[in-house]
């Protein structure tokens, strides 16, 4: 159990670490791609309003006062950048290329590939495009952003290699102090599961004692309903203390239980078998559906406690001429044992993850006049998880029940 909380803990704990570090990559990286983008959009706006040159002139025509008092011819002297003209149906008239090397030809490539697409703005490339509408025609302008997009790309890797290191980093101190972290609560949860086998051990004596005494004044007076209660009594605490024994036994560790490989088709049927006179004889219908020849490397004594606990949990609670059933399949590399039963009271669906806790029962009352303990299916859980399986509660309707055990099976 403590090993299993300290892998929760650390898988919690670094969960939290890599969405964060997610967000902050993401946000830093969106916020830079942002603002190279909002520059080059800025760039653009700019270079739109100096006027295309006709075919006739030799160079770029650059007015002697920059437009709306921008800086234009500042921002220019280190843009790279390129303007075609296209007719409506997006062939090239003219280009201009003078400021811009290693383009050439291509320019009518990128002029036909931003005319084909929806949005006035976008990429082609590495470079940033604009589309404008004139009389002329249509007018694509493009802004070389390589260095821009390589910055980008650089402080993305970057940024992402920092982050995975920082994430490995704090793995590995939190792994380091996570035992640190839960050693109050392992050695808790060790002085509990300590005082339940020691006190067990120490009731077992006056429980001993107080049966004998029982025995000795039965043969010295009549019995009476008196020495009968006390009799039942201590028969239950005995039981109910060898059960807390027992299952805190079980949780100490998987190693605890003797692991070999058997049939538990053969286990089950003959563990079963025995309930089936107590149920006919209550009026109740049973079913019991075990697929043969299957087996699974575990504790045999274990999975015929389990199969007995579950099914005498399913006869206590389900009324006079209700159903039982049982069931064995394979699913997957998975050996299934289901059992079913009615109930005579309504379950609440939100009761259900609660059923495997120790003393909890359905009934609000906690009545105890069917003789359980509310410890049985706490033992259950136990020995399938000593088994590496799984085990789990659910309802068809409001008035049905069902427990669940999936076990791995041997060779597969």
Same mark, same amino acid.
């Given at each position: 159990?403590?090993?299993?909380?300290?892998?929760?803990?650390?898988?919690?704990?670094?969960t939290?670490?890599?969405?964060?570090?997610?967000v902050l990559?993401?946000?830093?990286?969106?916020?830079?791609?942002?603002?190279?983008?909002?520059?080059?959009d800025?760039?653009? /706006?700019?270079?739109?309003?100096?006027?295309?040159?006709?075919?006739a002139?030799?160079?770029?025509?650059?007015?002697?006062?920059?437009?709306?008092?921008?800086?234009?011819?500042?921002?220019?002297?280190?843009?790279?950048?390129?303007?075609?003209?296209l007719?409506?149906?997006g062939?090239?008239?003219?280009?201009?290329?003078?400021?811009?090397?290693?383009?050439?030809?291509?320019?009518?490539?990128?002029?036909?590939?931003?005319?084909?697409?929806?949005?006035?703005?976008?990429?082609?490339?590495?470079?940033?495009?604009?589309? @404008?509408?004139?009389?002329?025609?249509?007018r694509?302008?493009?802004? /070389?952003?390589?260095?821009?997009?390589?910055?980008?790309?650089?402080?993305l890797?970057?940024?992402?290699?920092?982050?995975?290191?920082?994430?490995?980093?704090?793995?590995?101190?939190?792994?380091?102090?996570?035992?640190?972290?839960?050693?109050?609560?392992?050695?808790?949860?060790?002085?509990?599961?300590?005082? @339940?086998?020691?006190?067990?051990?120490?009731?077992?004596?006056?429980?001993?004692?107080?049966?004998?005494n029982?025995d000795?004044l039965?043969?010295?007076?009549?019995?009476?309903?008196?020495?009968d209660?006390?009799?039942?009594?201590?028969?239950?605490?005995?039981?109910?203390?060898?059960?807390l024994?027992y299952?805190?036994?079980?949780?100490?560790s998987?190693?605890?239980?003797p692991?070999?490989?058997?049939?538990?088709?053969?286990t089950?049927?003959?563990?079963?078998?025995?309930f089936?006179?107590v149920?006919?004889? /209550?009026d109740?219908?049973w @079913?019991?559906?075990?697929?043969?020849?299957?087996?699974?490397?575990?504790? /045999?004594k274990? @999975?015929?406690?389990?199969?007995?606990?579950?099914?005498?949990?399913?006869?206590k609670?389900?009324?006079?001429?209700?159903?039982?059933?049982?069931?064995?399949?394979?699913?997957?590399h998975?050996?299934?044992?289901?059992?079913?039963?009615?109930?005579?009271?309504?379950?609440?669906?939100?009761?259900?993850?609660?059923?495997?806790?120790?003393?909890?029962?359905?009934?609000p009352?906690?009545?105890?006049?069917?003789?359980g303990h509310?410890?049985?299916?706490?033992?259950?859980?136990a020995?399938?998880?000593?088994?590496?399986?799984?085990?789990?509660a659910?309802?068809?309707?409001?008035?049905?029940?069902?427990?669940?055990?999936?076990?791995?099976?041997?060779?597969?």
């Open positions: 159990m403590i090993k299993k909380l300290k892998i929760k803990l650390i898988l919690l704990t670094m939290s670490v890599l969405l964060l570090l997610t990559v993401i946000g830093m990286n969106v916020v830079n791609y942002s603002s190279i983008v909002r520059e080059a800025r760039t653009l /706006d700019t270079l739109a309003e100096t006027p295309l040159p006709l075919p002139r030799e160079k770029l025509f650059l007015p002697e006062k920059p437009p709306h008092g921008k800086p234009f011819a500042d921002e220019q002297a280190d843009t790279h950048y390129f303007s075609v003209l007719d409506e149906k062939n090239l008239l003219f280009s201009d290329v003078s400021h811009v090397g290693a383009v050439g030809e291509q320019a009518a490539e990128f002029a036909s590939e931003a005319f084909s697409k929806k949005g006035a703005r976008g990429f082609v490339g590495t470079f940033r495009y604009l589309r @404008i509408r004139e009389d002329a025609g249509t694509v302008i493009f802004l /070389d952003c390589k260095n821009q997009l390589h910055a980008f790309d650089t402080f890797t970057v940024s992402v290699s920092i982050a995975a290191v920082g994430f490995l980093l704090v793995l590995l101190v939190f792994t380091f102090f996570a035992s640190r972290i839960i050693r109050p609560i392992a050695e808790s949860y060790e002085k509990q599961k300590r005082f @339940i086998t020691d006190a067990g051990h120490e009731i077992k004596t006056p429980l001993t004692i107080i049966g004998a029982v000795i039965e043969m010295e007076m009549e019995s009476n309903e008196s020495l209660d006390i009799r039942r009594q201590t028969k239950r605490l005995t039981a109910l203390t060898n059960d024994v299952l805190a036994r079980m949780e100490e998987e190693q605890s239980v692991m070999v490989e058997f049939p538990i088709s053969e089950v049927r003959e563990t079963a078998e025995p089936r006179a149920a006919l004889a /209550d109740k219908t @079913i019991c559906d075990i697929l043969p020849m299957m087996t699974v490397k575990g504790n /045999d274990a @999975i015929r406690q389990l199969v007995s606990i579950l099914l005498d949990n399913a006869l609670y389900s009324p006079r001429g209700g159903t039982v059933s049982l069931k064995l399949f394979q699913q997957g998975s050996a299934v044992l289901t059992v079913y039963n009615t109930t005579a009271m309504p379950i609440d669906p939100a009761t259900l993850g609660r059923v495997f806790d120790r003393f909890y029962r359905t009934d009352s906690r009545n105890s006049k069917t003789g509310g410890i049985g299916l706490s033992i259950a859980k020995i399938v998880h000593s088994h590496g399986g799984k085990i789990a659910s309802s068809d309707d409001t008035h049905s029940f069902r427990i669940t055990a999936v076990l791995p099976q041997s060779g597969k």
